[in-house]
């Protein structure tokens, strides 16, 4: 039987041995016979790098897959099995715009969350929607398992103007019940989480343990909390808020929750000479490459996990060999609702429970959003949907009532003011904006 | 037949000459009797100067209409037809309050709208309900017409532990309506206006003149806005944000849509020395007593209309009319939703165009809420029930819920802080949160 | 200013006399100025009957009406103001094979409901979408005033795909109102009742007398049922239904309440060899036809109360009334949903209290469904938009689909006989089902 | 570790020794140590052959699993791990009754379907409501595996009144995805079936095969049907209806969409001495008893096959299996909606996927009902209610509104007699309809 043949689109990203890792890790399960990593023109330097270090990753452990590099994207898509996605329109130099210009108006400042997300979303699904067309010529049956954020945001483009099947993907939850797994001490096969809400705005609703709903019982100790994501600082207080919500929130809540804080914090940054994330990362990464040239290294170096991707290939990696296998394993991914979250429409993506297996990911039932943040999600979701509208149609009306909508931006003329910045720093990006103009 | 008997809860305010004068006007229709005016005992003088003023007024007219003022609320209820409810709870000192605390934490300050509005809910709806009981044993039959704000949360309150029938009013809609009719230079019974949402928070969805949906073409000149309301300053922009929504908002909508220019404008009036709304208020108030107490004067005083309240007796009276005399008018009123929004709970307390006769008020159908806001007015009743429910159990985690959900409060630990404060600030009158401590 | 021009189609008809026994009434408030009768070549000898006659009657009241006749739709309807349709696709003869058909089936034979309504349909449905295509182009502005049975089906057809303001009436439901009237001795205007259902398929929900809901306390006495309608025979037991739904039932839901017995009574009067309604009403015309023949006769026969229209004038006129002078006052009608019964889809057709003016019907909020006859209108409502599909697609599956959801019909291999055997029959009037066959 | 403890309430069934087969089967999964036989008096004499019977199975195999029988159901209970209840209220000789009740209306005559089921349910819901109120003391952790039907009403009866975990089983499922296994030539591990509705009344939506959406395809095809159920007659035309609405039926929809042809076969049937299935199954009890009686005889014998239960021991088995072994794997089950079928309500049960593990069964969302069959299942679920309503209140207005909402009980006479018919033979069973009269 043929192997499998994997592209990785943002195939030079410094994540891409992590991925590696767990393609390798699952070699007598998966049989990849081939990994295509595409990048573009000048991500070159990079993509090259990645492809040495990657080829003596498995030449170390003397499989028989073969890594290929490439800038012809549509080259890389013919025939493939699964296409998993991890670029970034832009670089980090456009994250680091995503992270300022919102600073500007004491607006969160964050790359997925907020106006940045917004910014990121606009420059991000017109290529994803350029790739899913491409698929739909050269691999229709490819499975597309995107890690590009904002996931939730650009698997519902791709599920609305495309057939490509499509699987968003974040290693937030993951990282979430294997914190709580830690903190109850109690290992994740005797634990059941369900998780609902939207991708960076969903909580652990229920949790058992050994069957047991433990949840309510949970919320009398203090457990949650401290540290779970390496990229987002977190803040005093969640454990209170927590304990009343009952609710155990993804970290980037934070952002919702304790906003003013955060914000502080970024501007302090800012303002200190420390940059914003995006500098962090820039350094870091530069530091990675140093280390993913040298010809000695064959294996993904503890330094990545600095970077903020943990469990990222678990997550990849496991739904892969999920579909592949036909397991019917229970995975939390962003997938059309169809019902799972009876407060959003049926098209909406969420982020829930879902098994999985050679058809595909099917949600669980969710029923109804815990009251107390189901106002929340709902506005978020509908600032996701202009925000598709804006990025798809080039629509400034769209793009406007998409950020009035979103908990984070406060007011009318914020929105516009904004808007019209963030469309200006993103121009090269956003075609779609200045069509026939 | 027995003339009708009205009690006037709050009868010692400023405007009560303004429902007078509807009483007067409306007396071949109404045939009112008795006109009860009730009040608290800090209110005794001002009570007294409207009784002998109202006395005066209808004394003029030469109608048989007796006055009393009472401070036994027990008394003044036993047989009415109609209770007409506008007091406040904790006065203006409270409404100070309400408007200051905010602004401490660079929250918009309104008596309303916003944790302003959420204080004065925490005082008030414990008093609404005691009245409502109170009916329940005194005149079952009698219909609550509620002016009291929040009025929207005050009339869910009612509908939600009493019997009785009650019905919220708001001086905005009738005002809003009448203001378009003159931009529109079409006289108000060529008009017809759909409104949908909740006080405080409600737009003109549809406009037709002469029966037809002139909605759309409405946005395309310039048409909106400037001093609708004699107690909301307005902002520049306003006019852009109607016409990408194509919906005619309500003032009020200006303290979400240009929070931060509201919140400033308010800071630097209080740091100003200008003091809020409130200050202005009292100072009109001491103007107003000082005319009302003039023996010479025996109709509504012109400087009234300087006090905010621009059609509050046409509202009242002609809703009271269309009741009494069975005559199936429309009028926009705070009523259950009962299906009228598909967005809300049949239970949720809505303001939208209503049918009204004998039989009460029937809201007309008004579907889906537009998009572009629709997550905004399902946030706000979040925020509504959560503060129903704190105030009629002391209880704090629906109180933090309520803010959280609030659009105007921005992250947990501003909620939290601003709980505690409004609480602490509004002790004497939430019993509910101390008992049993 | 002008008179109003109103386009009567099948204006042939016995019931035209009682609809220009209304204009003429209210001619000081309508002020017609034409009136065109219009009727296919078939209805020839009719159309000039009616027309004579009804210039007869408006000569004797002296008033400037120009009375025509055509049979030149496209002539009559340009520049009308008010189209009102009660034509009969197939005339009699069709109506006595809709009758007929199903009853070899065991199962109702009536002209609107159950199969015999589907047949109806299938013929009506296209050409009432012929007429709003002509109106798009002739009377735009025009209102379709659609008598043609079934009308909650036909008005959907051409809210779903006309432009044409189109407002769908019955008689039944002002009869049912002034049945309630006679029998509680409460004057019409003392009374409030709210319907909700679809057309011959609703109920009165609540009944109000002097504003005070009786609901409750009406089924603790006798009250209700014989002979609403002549047109329709009741059956013993209905009181005692009525009594446990505590709901009021059109008399149609006799069919469905008392299937068996009405089917036998339908089927002995068939073999009894008195034939269907139909043939009684054949005869029944055949008389008003001599009668109308008289050149004296000047006014609208009595005879005519005995064909089963009670009340249509008045519930046609009236509705023209409220709308021509933006009366807003209140109508039992079939309109758009739009949430007013939160157990349909927005666009499905319902009959219930609707407020008219110039802008038209708005139906008032009616909530939910009385739950014990709440999957018997849902049930309806799907064979409804089942059947309009296949009316418009000659849709064989559709059709299939429409009466197999069709409480009347028993079985998936009735279903299909009784399609097999309609659309053969009808075969003449539905083109759409041969096309390209 | 202990081993489970089994108690099979309904121990003295025929079905009994598939069960044990079952049990001893995956005793290196299980670790059985206790199956505890449950009846009443009157079945005395069979309990003591199945536990002799079941004796020598697991001796067999020499396992160490006690067996026990008892007529004390409380002792039985205590501390049980898994109750299974396929317990049958008034024996074979009520389901004849309730066979044939209904043949005297012409309406189906058939233990689960129409009227028959009604009558099941009326016996069977007060006593699972007792067992389920003993278990609340005897042993609250416990699961109850319901067999006994009608199974649907009797788990929402249980989820309703009862903080018991209950999860309703039935054969059907896993027989309809058997054969399409079988006709389709495809191993179940490569097939994934979508099911959707209620027991007794639900489809297959959407069949993949390895991974992909073949359910279009499947109806070019002949494919369906012929013998699925050992007790259901198949009818002619099932595959036509099939090929139209493009879903695969239980065979229980036969009753619905062949209702006359089903009733036409069950009263010749009776006349012609041949009995209902009631008889049939009492002759195939008779001689499995006969056979049980074989001291010689220790595996469960090739004829209880006849009986018509297949699989129902794979079913009951692989669900204890997955929730003891957490293992998630699916299966269709009878659970809380919790939104999986949006067209229901959220405490409807439901019969659809569920990934199962220690914390129970979690059905996967199914979106919208089918559109061609979402009125019939609203209506089954209606009458659902309703029964359970009038069981458990001994409510006649209940039972009256539940049988006028079946689809198959055509008419409120009908309902009505069928009603009192119903409740008079069955007296014994049914002392909530006769309390304080």
Known sequence: ???????????????????????????????????????????????????????????????????????????????????????????????????KIPLRYNTVGQETTGPGGFAKALRTVPVILEIAEEMEELCPDAWLINFTNPS?????????????????????????????SEQLNVPADRLYCEFAGLNHLSWITKVYVDGVNKTDALFEEALFKENIMKNIPSVNGSREVVNILKLIPSPYLDYYFFEKEMVKEEQESLNNGKGTRADKVKEVEKELFELYKDPALNIKPVQLSERGGSLYSEAALSLIQSIHTNDGRIHVLNVRNNGAISDLTEDSVIETNCIVNKSGAHPVAAGKLPEAVRSLVISVKQYEKYTIQAAVNGDRAAGFKALLNHPLVHGADTAQALLEEIIEANKTYLPNFFRGR
Do not use: W
Request: proline share 2%; hydrophobic share 40%.
């Open 1 to 99: 039987m043929k192997g499998l043949k994997l592209v990785i689109i943002g195939g030079g990203s410094s994540y891409t041995p992590e991925l590696m890792e767990g393609i390798i890790e699952r070699q007598s399960i998966l049989n990849t016979s081939e990994v295509v990593l595409v990048d573009i023109a000048g991500g070159k330097e990079k993509l090259h790098i990645i492809k040495e270090l990657t080829e003596r990753m498995v030449g170390k452990c003397g499989f028989d897959i073969k890594i290929s590099a490439t800038m012809d994207r549509r080259e890389a898509l013919a025939g493939a099995d699964y296409v998993i996605t991890q670029f970034r329109v832009g670089g980090l130099e456009a994250r680091s715009s995503d992270e």
């Open 152 to 180: 939730g945001i650009v698997t519902e483009a791709v599920n609305t103007y495309s057939s490509i099947r499509c699987i968003g993907l974040c290693n937030v939850p993951i990282n979430m019940e294997r914190h709580l």
